[in-house]
């Protein structure tokens, strides 16, 4: 007789990338850095997740230059060693199937992943994962739900391979002009 291990609660931190500068004379759109105002928002975001305690085992996050940046402002600020971010280039311009690969991919020995990347794949994955009915209670008056700079934590109660539609619950979704309040 085997005896099956129950799967424990994993949870998820999105981060969509800070805002980015537009007027910067980067060469491409994957070096585009993060604008003063993203600079301070990802710095008060990380903040806020010390305060709350949010510290992921992993953090995975794109390479593109505003992503890259917001990671390292926020890992700064939760106390999670640089040279244990894992850099992925799929990230950047991915669908959401590539994000959902990369998270059911983990380790069951890892109970919480940071992943840092763009829409519209982070917004696609959060809906998928948590459901369209987080619209009616999240979505901001201009009708936008996952905003750049923000920080969705999400848990759910099962493998990471077995990370399903519409079976994770949004714990929590913290947004930078929220925080200035």
Not at 60 to 73: D, E, G, K, P
Not at 124 to 138: A, M, P, R, S
């Amino acid at each position: 007789m085997s005896l099956k291990i129950s799967p424990t609660k994993k949870t998820i931190y999105l981060a969509r990338h800070a805002k980015s500068s537009w007027t910067s004379n980067a060469p491409n759109d994957f070096e585009r850095p993060l604008s003063e105002r993203g600079l301070l928002n990802a710095r008060s975001m990380g903040l806020e997740l010390a305060r709350l305690n949010w510290k992921p085992d992993t953090v995975i996050s794109s390479s593109a230059l505003r992503a890259n940046q917001t990671s390292l402002i926020l890992c700064k600020n939760i106390g999670f060693a640089f040279d244990h971010i894992v850099w992925n280039k799929e990230i950047y311009g991915a669908y959401m199937v590539t994000l959902l690969h990369i998270l059911s991919s983990q380790s069951e020995t890892i109970s919480s992943t940071m992943l840092v990347g763009h829409n519209p794949a982070m917004e696609d994955l959060l809906l998928h994962l948590c459901g369209e009915g987080i619209w009616k209670h999240h979505a901001q008056e201009n009708g936008k739900l996952f905003t750049t700079g923000n920080i969705a934590k999400i848990s759910f109660d099962d493998s990471w391979e077995n990370l399903a539609m519409h079976e994770s619950e949004l714990v929590q979704l913290l947004r930078p002009k929220e925080l200035q309040r």
